[in-house]
């Protein structure tokens, strides 16, 4: 299996600054890289598919780059709606494989 | 928008099978692999399977002695089954659409049942 290990696992900071979060996977998986929100009791919801590609209706604030290995989500000014929890998954290969999640929380 | 519901007992005895079902409606479920995700409490995500709209299917090696997921095309649903589980089967269960046009990126989601194994 592919092994996918974000950091940080949590992560504290304020509305209006530049956060990243940063996902390594065990083996290269191509631009098979996508991101995830999940806030508390919620289903998941996809922000970042093929590594860098935002999907429709995410704001342009969340935006992801890498290739291979190593991939960066990033989100240029926080809103109080993105604190929340984000995943990565690797679809490059089954079984599909997700991080540990990173907790974006309030400062 | 496509949406997803599933459906199914949310209190399972150790040893029973889980059955769920998802529900999709405002699409077909052609050319799109349907995925069963599941979520301890507190915990991580954790992909189950998928089958293909044609009913192949691919599952997680951890699970795959355990699991069956299946379709039905003529009334827009797939389902899960997992046998023999025990309290670690515990999750709140999501169905997903994956994409094949978009790196299999799990874009629908449904809002997840909570199962609970116990007697």
């Known amino acids: 299996d592919i092994q996918m290990t974000q950091s940080p696992s949590s992560l504290s900071a304020s509305v209006g600054d530049r956060v990243t979060v940063t996902c390594r996977a065990s083996?290269?998986?191509?631009?098979?890289l996508n991101w995830y929100q999940q806030r508390p009791g919620k289903a998941p919801k996809l922000l970042i598919y093929g590594a860098s590609n935002l999907q429709s209706g995410v704001p342009s604030r969340f935006s992801g780059s890498g290739s291979g290995t190593d991939f960066t989500l990033s989100i240029s000014s926080l809103q109080p709606e993105d604190f929340a929890t984000y995943y990565c998954?690797?679809?490059?290969?089954?079984?599909?494989?997700f991080g540990q999640g990173t907790k974006l929380e309030i400062k | 928008q496509v949406q997803l519901q599933e459906s199914g007992p949310g209190l399972v005895k150790p040893s029973e099978t889980l059955s769920l079902t998802c529900s999709v409606s405002?699409?077909?479920?052609?050319?799109?692999?349907w995925n069963w995700i599941r979520q301890p409490p507190g915990k991580g995500l954790e992909w189950i399977g998928y089958v293909y709209y044609s009913g192949s299917t691919s599952y997680n090696p951890s699970l795959k002695s355990r699991v069956t997921i299946s379709v039905d095309t003529s009334k827009n649903q797939f389902s899960l089954k997992l046998n023999s589980v025990t309290a670690a089967d515990t999750a709140v269960y999501y169905c997903?659409?994956?994409?094949?046009?978009?790196?299999?990126?799990?874009?629908?989601w449904g809002q997840g049942t909570l199962v609970t194994v116990s007697s």
């Open positions: 998954q690797q679809t490059y290969s089954t079984p599909y494989t």
């Open positions: 083996q290269t998986i191509s631009n098979y």
């Open positions: 405002g699409g077909s479920l052609t050319s799109y692999y």
């Open positions: 997903a659409r994956g994409r094949p046009g978009s790196y299999y990126a799990f874009d629908d």
